[in-house]
């Protein structure tokens, strides 16, 4: 079945992009379309619609209640950025300004969603680029440099950066994969997530640091729970929670301005306590099950989508 194609309508996947020593080799994001527009936002969201769901005054003040369990893993995933939303900032630059420094103290390792080849096979990182384009084009422009700053800002405060290495073996094994190379790529990159996390937390474990490890992937591959079309295999969840002893904390970031009411939003489970259509002062944390957590900024005043052309 050719259903590689069918996981971009079903999935948030994730947007891995190149170094600049070597070719950006993209790994695609199966996320949503972009609403043709925004209704009107109207109402003020005063307060939850669930019993798992609490409001704080900042993202600072919610992402000091997820720190509360300790994590030793702490996976951060991210509704990533389109071309369409314009004018936004992007979770990786919310976290990078405002979430990392509260991580300097506690945190030793941060493996990012940024793939880096060997250099010792570039004719396949290029074909690799350019088989998967079409469905990378309607990234935002400036992911790749925001990834880089994130690297940049984790280091800066302490915590060590790490990208993730792409092999001349697991770029043969996308292309030789052909309708099913999207789900290569994504499987791939929940696998090189695992493996460096384990690399860091063992080492940590070895020379008794107390320190966390973080994540920062797509909002798919920390899944605890996968709902998606791909499950398992594209989440690393499951696998590092059993390492961690349970003291894994699955975080993902949504821009609220992100949420339309198309198939991967009314998947989620907090997407029916959510008002999309109300303006959101304060930062809204949903924690549905344990060590599972949703944390959505506040709205961004004055903010409209730009018009669509109907081809989109």
Not at 204 to 215: C, D, L, M, S, W
Not at 227 to 232: I, K, L, P, R
Not at 273 to 289: G, M, S, V
Request: glycine residues 6%; hydrophobic residues 35%; contains cysteine.
């Amino acid at each position: 079945m050719q259903t590689g194609r069918a996981l971009l309508a079903l999935i948030l996947g994730v947007q891995a992009v190149g170094c600049a020593a070597s070719p950006a080799v993209p790994a695609p994001a199966a996320t949503p379309p972009a609403a043709p527009s925004s209704p009107p936002r109207v109402a003020t969201a005063e307060s939850c619609q669930a019993p798992y769901c609490r409001l704080f005054d900042t993202p600072e003040a919610a992402f000091s209640e997820v720190l509360k369990s300790a994590p030793r893993i702490l996976a951060v995933g991210e509704f990533h950025a389109l071309k369409s939303h314009k004018g936004l900032k992007s979770p990786v630059a919310r976290f990078t300004d405002t979430l990392v420094p509260m991580l300097a103290e506690t945190a030793s390792d941060i493996v990012i969603e940024y793939w880096v080849g060997t250099g010792q096979c570039p004719q396949q990182e290029k074909e690799v680029v350019r088989e998967q384009r079409p469905v990378t084009q309607s990234h935002a422009e400036s992911t790749p440099n925001e990834f880089l700053r994130l690297g940049d800002q984790a280091k800066a405060r302490g915590i060590r950066p790490h990208p993730l290495t792409v092999t001349c073996e697991d770029y043969q094994r996308i292309l030789k994969a052909g309708d099913e190379s999207v789900r290569e790529m994504l499987v791939l990159t929940a696998r090189m997530f695992s493996s460096n996390a384990k690399l860091y937390f063992q080492r940590n474990q070895a020379i008794g640091a107390e320190k966390t490890i973080v994540t920062y992937s797509g909002a798919m591959h920390n899944d605890l729970r996968p709902d998606h079309a791909c499950g398992e295999p594209c989440s690393f969840g499951k696998e590092l929670e059993t390492l961690a002893a349970g003291r894994y904390v699955e975080l993902d970031l949504v821009v609220p301005e992100y949420i339309h009411d198309g198939p991967v939003w009314r998947e989620r489970v907090w997407y029916p306590h959510f008002d999309r259509q109300a303006f959101h002062p304060k930062t809204t944390l949903f924690n549905p099950y344990p060590g599972s957590y949703v944390l959505i900024f506040p709205s961004t005043a004055g903010w409209k989508p730009e018009a669509q052309s109907p081809s989109r």
